[in-house]
């Protein structure tokens, strides 16, 4: 994958301006007097402050992700006993050589019930520092669809987005509805048929809503247009509550741009999706757990897994719950919102991942506190993204470097400013701003709530 700068586009305010100039052309004597449309208020951005926030939704999600990613899955609906103030792993001596035959077979549920036994000890937990960011799909299918929208612009089909997929992605190395959604683009079943439940037993997976990210970093305070974008890339492989959770939390990384309180922000990701479906229900149930219990997140994750907990595993309203607890207990604060959301168990990496990508946009790469900011001076590693080695130096570097990936989400996302009727100087942006359009609502047949 080259990360290369999109193709120049004229911006819809050019495409205004020829509209408005062939309309003048006519005949005045037949032209009617039209009341001008009330412009749109326009929030103002710096270019400095914009490439900063999107840097620092990148690295938070990147620390959360590593930070959590040795609890993951070793806690199923149940509470993580240990805070971590650093980056963790089991003590490899401990396990390791027993687990290897089964994680060399992708016998990943073996390997677990060995790495459980020993789980509950802080003493069999010691701490490491990271040397690169290791590959995790967290981030490497949200750098896929970086390329796409580099390829082929803002107006990148579905079934783009999946064909690089398969010119690219190495099939044992996704998991859950992104890797039923792969074969059946291998089957020839695509976008949307590939996330519909016809096709798919996981439509409510979490799998979009750990790689939706990108579409709010590129949408500053612009919610139609992360809304256009997650309906087009979450029915990749996921239907119903697993998209909307892609757009409640693409929403909440857009309006980061310009709203640091995290309550207005879970507000603002209700306000994008269908009030009947059952995230959003999951979304009321974690906010009237909180105002219940505002100084006891335990006793609010308990509320919410007496009526939720059927639902575990990969389930995005379950893991949904994770991250916003972790956004409303946490409280702003970078540590204390990942730490929760880890704690709460589950899928304890995707879920701090993503609640530390938005505390990361609010609070800009600049004032990620040490030492969860070294991470934006490492390498990420990409080997295990790729599907054909043979071509990895031309198509898919083995490493890529941070400054690549937030250079490239700057371009893109200046692009979708430009075509949502806004500006972009030297200096400054200025965005419109958007009222949320709500879809319609799609659910999976048989999983709705108690």
């Known amino acids: 994958m080259t990360y290369v700068s999109p193709r120049h586009r004229p911006s819809s305010l050019l495409a205004a301006t020829v509209l408005a100039t062939s309309i003048g052309c006519a005949d005045p004597a037949v032209t009617q007097p039209v009341e001008a449309e009330q412009a749109p208020e326009m929030r ?9 926030k999107v840097a620092g939704g990148w690295i938070g999600q990147a620390v959360g992700v590593l930070f959590g990613a040795p609890t993951e899955f070793l806690w199923p609906g149940e509470i993580i006993p240990h805070d971590f103030d650093g980056y963790y792993r089991l003590k490899p001596e401990l396990y390791y050589e027993e687990a290897r ?42 750098f896929l669809f970086l390329h796409s929208f580099q390829e082929h612009g803002l107006d990148v089909t579905d079934r783009q987005m999946a064909e690089a997929w398969v010119s690219y992605l190495d099939p044992n190395m996704i998991w859950g509805a992104n890797k039923n959604a792969f074969e059946n683009f291998e089957a020839d079943v695509w976008p949307p048929r590939s996330g519909n439940p016809d096709h798919s037993s996981l439509g409510n997976a979490i799998d979009f809503q750990i790689e939706s990210d990108i579409f709010g970093l590129i949408s500053p305070g612009l919610p139609q247009a992360s809304n256009r974008l997650a309906d087009r890339a979450g029915h990749l492989m996921n239907y119903g509550d697993g998209v909307y959770a892609g757009m409640a939390i693409a929403a909440m990384y ?33 906010i009237a757990a909180h105002d219940a219990n505002p100084n006891d997140w335990e006793a609010a994750w308990k509320v919410i897994f007496d009526k939720w907990g059927q639902f575990l595993g990969l ?54 506190p040490a030492p969860w900011n ?3 001076d490492l390498p990420i590693s990409n080997t295990s993204a790729t599907r054909n ?62």
């Open 44 to 52: 103002p951005l710096s270019r400095e402050v914009y490439e900063d």
């Open 101 to 142: 035959p089964y994680i060399e077979a992708q016998q990943y549920q073996e390997m677990l019930e060995i790495m459980r036994r020993y789980k509950n000890d802080r003493e069999n937990w010691e701490p490491y520092t990271p040397q690169q960011m290791p590959s995790q799909d967290d981030l490497y299918i949200e």
């Open 254 to 286: 857009g309006e980061a741009f310009f709203e640091s309180d995290v309550r207005r922000l879970i507000d603002h990701s209700l306000s994008v999706i269908p009030p009947e479906s059952g995230y959003a229900e999951m979304i009321h149930d974690v």
């Open 315 to 368: 389930d995005v309203r379950t893991n949904g719950a994770c991250v916003y607890l972790g956004l409303l207990y946490g409280e702003g604060d970078f540590w204390k919102t990942m730490n929760i959301s880890m704690r709460c168990g589950l899928d304890s990496d995707c879920n701090p991942s993503t609640s530390a990508g938005i505390i990361g946009t609010i609070l800009g790469m600049s004032n990620i």
């Open 374 to 376: 070294e991470l934006r």
């Open 389 to 450: 080695r043979l071509t990895v130096d031309e198509i898919y570097p083995e490493v890529i470097q941070w400054d690549e990936i937030i250079a490239a989400t700057v371009e893109v996302g200046h692009e979708n400013i430009l075509a949502n009727g806004g500006e972009v100087t030297a200096n400054q942006i200025a965005i419109p701003r958007q009222e949320p359009v709500i879809p319609a609502l799609e659910q999976v047949a048989g999983e709705e709530p108690r």
